[in-house]
């Protein structure tokens, strides 16, 4: 068992407070984010809360499995799930919602003019960042509504993920700024006329600003933020209440990460920068999670035997028929029921195999006898003979199986304790590998319920192998 | 052979480490290599465990046979700054620029601005040449955004081109379209044997092919040894549990009786296989997806601890043992 095993991080807990009405989930790309943040939202919504999903960037068959395959911008009721609680989700459309904000605050006509502006018709269209935006813009919306107990977020799959936090900030400088004064000037003033009030600094800018982007796109920028002018006012209060709603106590961010080096240095990154903003951080979700069931075996040891077994098949196949045609002699292949000492003997001799260990030579004549009466009754008599040579190169390549699962293993235990010592303080919940994609409710629900099992398949007794 | 190596894959695929192996491949041989990277990760610096780079061409690595590496972490600000020194001699209107926030407008809140420069920058040392009238860098890696991204980021001074139909920004931004569609430009895209990555690479390459944005190759990363057959994945539901147990044991892993340590063992080295031969299915059924592409397909193993710089000469020799560089 490992000495700096991290703090556990319960979901249900979480999930079940009343109290909690947003969850932001974050972390880097293809670290399964969008599954966590589903199925977190489904089991929220068996446990009985009204819950909506709003995902970025769902693979389609995840999507189809919600029912929201179509981008609509609407949250959807998802069919099919147990209890009374209720699921809704939603694919986030980038530029409906960028347009759905600018005729929300400005006139129709006015309104017009900016969503025919190709300038604004390029940035609605999903340059990076305006996704970051946009999916906190439709979090502050869903929250208004204050129809759903509690908004699972997904957020886009980025390290600029956490730009969202700086959103606000960025586009209240911004319009703060003298560069907006700048570009609106001309507009406003009527043209050149207005120049003269600027200072020469400013008349220099607008002249480089033009050379640059050349008179006619420098005329669309500076149309476009004329029209937006009076809906920037809008946008920064709504910004504004969205990093505060970030800020306040029913909201808790997870992040998400799988036991691999590059996904826990982005997930370390989250975390410090989450402190840094004073985001309420919950705890980190550790995805694709292995486990072996005979753990107690370690990667070397399997290793040898595989060799041991390629390099005896041959001749192992004439004594092996031999063997089995001697009456009850096959138990003299049996090795004596103990592990090499010198491989590691605490995590292989462990209190409950104690009389296994005690006398092997003793218990292992009485197993032969038995095996040995069952084998003449069932089918392995016949298989012996025909595939033995067969079964010793099934069983090397198990046990190569094996040692690469565990050599896997063991890099993930090294990632996850360098994470757990430099963030101790970090709450996980660990999530068992599934072999395979997640694509309807049912693997939602798997997922769900491990994490809220929180941790591989196995106890966590087998985390450490005969390291 | 192409001079410009774009790569990209789906977040957690690994294309910084593709990108760099490539960059170290094709600088064997004495040739000399820039490893481009544009997203501020400063992955490259740990892939090649050395500082965070800065926005300066650095040397980071010496290939076999003699070759270079170079690497460069492009910093939007500074290379718009960087543009406007080259362009216009603005050094002191760039930095009043600054103070008024028109930098930080341009590299974040204007609509591609900032993947103009980005890409801009990497054209722009690709043509460039030495006073020998050589060029600087015989190839230019660049690690580029993921694949949800590309075509929209290496078309976006198409857009911009659109947006800004004369002055300058159009001629820099047609003079990059133009590196960018031509055979000088390659763009290739790692993937895992996943039905996500499969899935999103195969939407990529539509997306490429209809910018008409030259599709270089499929490198799929962190393939997995193949352990079992499929006789032996046969065998694992037709071999008696006993037999298992009797080869266990002979192999020295305990006593092959019911509840014997090798006995013990059946159950979940079975588990791993079943688990093991789901997996192989869909890898099948993801590798066939990525065949149908039509793309010089690769491969490159799993590194078994993990990822680290010996790794990382590992993959660039299995690059160029595949006759990728």
């Known amino acids: 068992m490992s000495l700096n095993r991290a703090r556990v991080l319960d979901v249900d807990p979480l999930l079940d407070d009343p109290k909690t009405r947003i969850v932001v989930c974050c972390g880097s790309g293809g670290v399964g984010k969008t599954t966590t943040a589903a199925a977190l939202g489904l089991r929220a919504a068996e446990r009985g809360r009204k819950v909506v999903v709003l995902t970025i960037d769902p693979a389609r068959r995840l999507a189809q499995s919600m029912g929201i395959d179509s981008l609509d911008n609407t949250p959807r009721r998802v069919k099919g799930i147990e209890g009374d609680g209720e699921l809704h989700a939603m694919m986030l459309d980038m530029k409906r919602t960028f347009d759905e904000i600018v005729e929300a605050h400005a006139d129709p006509e006015r309104a017009a003019t900016i969503l025919n502006n190709p300038f604004y018709q390029s940035l609605s269209a999903g340059f990076a960042g305006t996704q970051e935006y946009m999916a906190m813009e439709k979090l502050g919306q869903l929250r208004a509504r204050d129809e759903w107990d509690l908004i699972v977020v997904d957020t886009p799959p980025s390290r600029s993920a956490l730009d969202f936090l700086d959103a606000p900030k960025r586009l209240g400088s911004f319009l703060d700024g003298r560069l907006i004064r700048l570009l609106t000037a001309p507009a406003k003033l009527g043209g050149r006329a207005g120049m003269k009030f600027l200072n020469v600094g400013m008349s220099m800018m607008t002249g480089t600003l033009g050379k640059l982007l050349g008179g006619q796109l420098l005329k669309d920028v500076q149309t476009f933020v004329a029209a937006m002018d009076t809906t920037f006012g809008g946008f920064r209060t709504r910004a504004d209440a969205t990093y505060k709603l970030l800020q306040a106590p029913g909201t808790s961010f997870l992040v998400v990460a799988a036991p691999e080096r590059d996904a826990l240095r982005e997930a370390a990154y989250f975390v410090e920068r989450l402190a840094a903003e004073d985001m309420p951080f919950a705890g980190l979700v550790l995805n694709r999670v292995h486990g072996s069931g005979a753990a107690q075996l370690s990667a070397e040891r399997a290793l040898a035997a595989a060799e041991d077994l390629d390099s005896a098949a041959a001749e192992n196949l004439d004594e092996a028929r031999i063997v089995d045609q001697g009456d009850g002699k096959a138990g003299l292949r049996n090795s004596p029921d103990t592990y090499d000492s010198s491989e590691s003997p605490a995590s292989e001799t462990p209190a409950p195999d104690g009389s296994d260990e005690g006398s092997p030579a003793a218990t292992d004549r009485i197993a032969v006898t038995d095996e040995h009466q069952t084998a003449t009754t069932d089918e392995d008599r016949t298989a012996a003979t025909d595939t033995d040579r067969t079964v010793e190169q099934l069983t090397s390549g198990l046990l190569r199986l094996h040692a690469e699962r565990m050599q896997l293993l063991s890099r993930e235990q090294r990632t996850r304790d360098r994470f757990a010592a430099l963030h101790p303080e970090v709450a996980v919940a660990e999530v068992a590998a599934l072999p395979g994609d997640v694509h309807d409710l049912a693997g939602l629900r798997d997922i769900g319920d491990r994490l809220a099992a929180n941790r591989p398949e196995l106890p966590e007794t087998t985390l450490e192998p005969g390291a | ?325």
């Open chain 2, 1 to 325: 052979m192409s001079r410009l190596q774009v790569v990209s894959g789906k977040g957690g695929t690994g294309k910084t480490t593709v990108a760099a192996a490539l960059a170290l491949a094709l600088a064997t041989e004495g040739k000399r290599t820039l490893l481009v990277e544009v997203e501020g990760r400063q992955g490259i610096a740990q892939l090649f465990e050395t500082e965070a780079l800065p926005y300066e061409e650095r040397k980071i690595a010496v290939a076999p046979g003699g070759g270079e590496v170079y690497a460069l972490a492009i910093d939007p600000e500074l290379a718009l700054l960087d543009y406007l020194q080259m362009f216009y001699k603005l050094g002191g209107a760039g930095r009043a620029l600054k103070k008024l926030g028109a930098i930080d407008f341009a590299t974040t809140v204007a609509p591609g601005l900032r993947d103009v420069l980005l890409t801009g920058k990497a054209c722009e040392a690709v043509r460039r040449k030495d006073k020998s009238g050589r060029f600087a860098y015989d190839y230019v890696v660049m690690d580029a955004p993921p694949t949800g991204r590309i075509t929209r980021f290496l078309n976006v001074n198409d857009e911009v081109a659109g947006l800004a139909k004369i002055g300058p920004i159009h001629n820099q931004a047609q003079a990059v379209m133009r590196v960018l569609k031509s055979p000088e430009t390659a763009v290739h895209l790692v993937t895992l044997l996943e039905e996500m990555p499969v899935q999103e690479t195969a939407d990529g390459i539509a997306e490429l092919r209809a910018a008409k944005l030259p599709v270089g190759r499929i490198i799929v990363n962190m393939v997995r040894p193949a352990l079992l057959d499929d006789t032996d994945l046969e065998l694992t539901t037709a071999v008696p549990r006993t037999a298992i147990a009797k080869s266990l044991s002979a192999a020295g892993l305990g006593g092959a009786r019911r509840g014997g340590l090798a006995e013990r063992l059946v159950d979940p080295l079975l588990q791993q296989a079943e688990e093991y031969a789901e997996r192989h299915t869909l890898e099948r059924e993801q590798r066939a997806v990525l065949t149908e592409q039509d793309l010089p397909l690769h491969e490159l193993p799993l590194l078994a601890d993990g990822m680290d710089l010996a790794g990382l000469y590992e993959l660039a020799a299995e690059l160029r043992t595949q006759g990728i560089s």
